[in-house]
């Protein structure tokens, strides 16, 4: 009996980058994450380097390249930050490999799914960084306020959307 899959091709292409891609984005972005709040404060509720997390994760289709580039991330975000080290490396590298494995069954490339993992995923992160900074770090006095946090997500969403398209245009289909 033939097995037939009506997945697509496109669905399953795994994408490539340059080597000054793979570096240059993810530095970019944690340096104005880092940088940019200093001159603007409002602009600290935007968080950079999860929506590169995401994007590298979703076009490499890789769980095990998904949570290297996460932890990767999350590592030099926190060691810029006054965050614990480590902290943004574990929630990052967890949404690495969920945003991965999610990219090798769903048609990422949908303007709707990348809308609908954005604000996903950074609500995810949140509880993450909630349970980290609770449960392993035992900070007694952290509070998440979810109303901020839907705020936070909707924002990254809207930034991420056109970023998506930007780095879009580096891939390398392989």
């Keep these: ?10 669905e399953l292409e795994e994408h490539s980058f340059h080597p000054a891609v793979t570096l ?4 970019a972005a944690i340096l104005v994450q880092v940088l940019l709040p200093h001159a603007f404060p409002r602009v600290a509720i935007m968080d950079l380097p999860l929506i590169v997390v995401i994007f590298f ?16 991330i999350g590592l030099l975000q926190d060691a810029l930050t006054n965050q614990p080290i480590g902290v943004n490396g574990m929630a990052k590298a967890l949404i690495g490999y969920i945003a ?9 490339e949908n303007i709707s799914t990348r809308v609908l993992m954005n604000f996903g995923f950074s609500l995810l992160q949140s509880a993450f960084l909630f349970l ?3 449960r392993l770090l ?4 952290h509070h998440v306020l979810w109303k901020h946090e839907l705020i936070r997500a909707a924002i990254n969403t809207v930034i991420a959307i056109p970023l998506f398209f ?3 245009a580096t891939k390398r289909t392989e």
């Design 138 to 141: 035992g900070l007694a006095g």
């Design 57 to 72: 994760a979703v076009s490499r289709r890789s769980p095990i390249a998904g949570t290297i580039t996460g932890t990767i």
């Design 166 to 168: 930007l780095l879009d």
């Design 24 to 27: 240059l984005v993810p530095v």
């Design 132 to 134: 980290i900074d609770s």
């Design 100 to 108: 991965a494995s999610i990219g090798v069954q769903v048609d990422v």
């Design 1 to 10: 009996m033939a097995n037939r899959s009506y997945t697509s091709r496109r």
